[in-house]
């Protein structure tokens, strides 16, 4: 018996798909989440939204907040640890969560070096706004990728950006005849070998959600036609009037995200949605998605 | 021969592709219309609360009922082989309940616990097969119905029939071995 394989990294990922990641801060959201249909949760002390409130550093959860959510539930935990921050992952790989999220919602902790993520045995997902980006985390170990867009704005805007662009990336590698692979892998700063089995299999070689702006049932179908694996979704659930409801029906949405009508159907009556934030009215310094490279 | 994957949540891409190498035409299936004329089905692997909850919302669940119980050949892995069972015995989920399985839920442990084994199933030949195991289920208790398939060196139950009914704890559609598949299809087809 083998625990921490590539492949049931990387699996735990494909049992993911078509689903809802929901960010959660305390055991009764983490039941909300899973009762809504949930395939796993993202343990954290403050949804993205608060952290951008608040300002300052912000760190990995207490354990404590990341224990009392792992009782709570059955389905699979996440929890994030900064970039860079390999002490963090130890820790949380210590405390047994299911993924890691090394993620530019926290505020990094190495400016040029991401995670080694190859050394540990629970898998990690990374944030990505281009096909380079997303391959270079590969290579350092990430089972699991998710587009950037921008954290605890409720605006898919970003996440729409960052999705297109790796779709188009991976068009255009699928296109492009092998002679010049070395050169796009040169200019994409991404590892020849990956860049060769994306223009041999035209995907990713890890599934990839969509993340950062969800706050509608639509947004999550928007992603799914996209080409997204799944969706998470951050502050746009519990910063919403209604979580519970809405909860349910991103899930739907997801799930029935070439239907029309089901989309429809489940977007009545959701109550408020999160308040907004337009991208241009945040601060160069303040976006989140700029940080790692 | 016409395969429909459940397609609410989970890894029923991968299932396609199997079944797709096998050129056998196959159909994903998210609503209750689309069992019409099936040959077979396949629940594969995700969250069983979230695929059980999904199931629910637009009756699924009981047209699969129905249908197993007039006969339908059915292939669950590890959350479809939650739903399968007769009783799950940690968990207050409800499975479709038409095998005379008891299953764990999560019966490994969390993520860090996932593993990889080989795996003699002697109904698919000497040669062994890849058992993938990912916060996999186990079958702990079989009705006399119900023939073991697999087991794990300590004796565990990880594979098991019943009929039409097949269901295994790993992810058979994770690996490049088809032969799992394809004694379903044998099922299926009525040689098996």
């Known amino acids: ?293 | 021969m016409k395969i429909g994957v459940l397609a609410l949540q989970g890894a029923f891409a991968e299932h396609i592709s199997v079944l797709h190498r096998l050129e056998v035409e196959t159909l994903p299936v998210r609503l209750p219309h689309q069992l019409v004329g099936l040959d077979g089905l396949i629940i594969p692997g995700g969250e069983s609360t979230t695929i059980t909850s999904l199931m629910l919302s637009y009756n699924l669940r009981a047209d699969i009922s129905r249908m197993v119980e007039n006969g339908l050949p059915v292939l669950g892995t590890c959350a479809g082989m939650i739903l399968l069972a007769r009783k799950v015995s940690n968990d207050g989920i409800e499975p479709v309940a038409v095998m005379g399985i008891t299953v764990r839920r999560n019966a490994f442990g969390r993520q860090r616990e996932s593993f990889e084994t080989d795996l003699a199933i002697p109904v698919l030949g000497e040669k062994p097969f890849p058992g993938v195991f990912i916060r996999a289920p186990l079958i702990e208790q079989v009705t006399d119905k119900v023939e073991v398939l697999a087991r794990l060196d300590n004796g565990t139950i990880v594979a098991a029939r019943q009929g039409k009914l097949l269901a295994c704890a790993f992810h058979p559609e994770l690996t490049d071995d088809l032969r799992f598949h394809q004694y379903f299809l044998s099922i299926v087809s009525g040689e098996q």
Not at chain 1, 243 to 249: C, E, F, I, S, T
């Open chain 1, 1 to 293: 018996m083998e625990t921490g394989t590539w492949k049931v990294k990387t699996g735990l990922a494909q049992m993911l798909k078509g689903g809802v990641i929901m960010d959660v801060v305390t055991p009764e959201h983490a039941k909300i989440a899973e009762d809504a249909g949930a395939c796993a949760v993202m343990a954290l002390e403050r949804v993205p939204a608060d952290i951008r409130a608040a300002g300052g550093v912000a760190r990995m959860a207490d354990p404590t907040v990341i224990e009392a959510i792992m009782k709570a539930v059955t389905i699979p935990v996440m929890a994030k640890c900064r970039i860079g921050h390999f002490v963090e992952a130890q820790a949380l790989e210590a405390l047994g969560v299911d993924y890691i999220d090394e993620s530019e919602v926290l505020t990094p902790a190495d400016e040029s070096h991401h995670v080694w993520k190859h050394d540990f045995n629970v898998p990690f997902v990374c944030g990505c706004r281009n096909l380079g980006e997303a391959l270079r985390r590969i290579g350092e170990g990430a089972a699991m990728i998710r587009t950037k867009g921008e954290a605890g704005t409720g605006n898919i805007v970003e996440a729409v950006r960052h999705m297109r662009t790796v779709m188009d990336e991976i068009r255009k590698l699928v296109n492009m005849p092998e002679d010049e692979l070395m050169a796009e892998a040169k200019e994409l700063g991404a590892p020849f070998e990956l860049v060769k089995e994306v223009h041999d299999t035209g995907k990713l070689p890890v599934v990839n959600f969509a993340a950062g702006g969800v706050a509608t049932p639509a947004d999550a179908a928007l992603m799914m036609q996209l080409g997204a694996d799944g969706v998470f979704v951050g502050s746009g659930i519990f910063k919403s009037s209604n979580p519970k409801v809405r909860a349910g029906a991103i899930v739907k949405a997801t799930t029935h995200y070439q239907d029309p009508q089901i989309i429809a159907e489940v977007s009545k009556n959701l109550g408020e949605a999160m308040p907004g934030l337009d991208i241009k009215q945040i601060k160069p310094e303040e976006l989140l998605a700029p940080r790692g490279w």
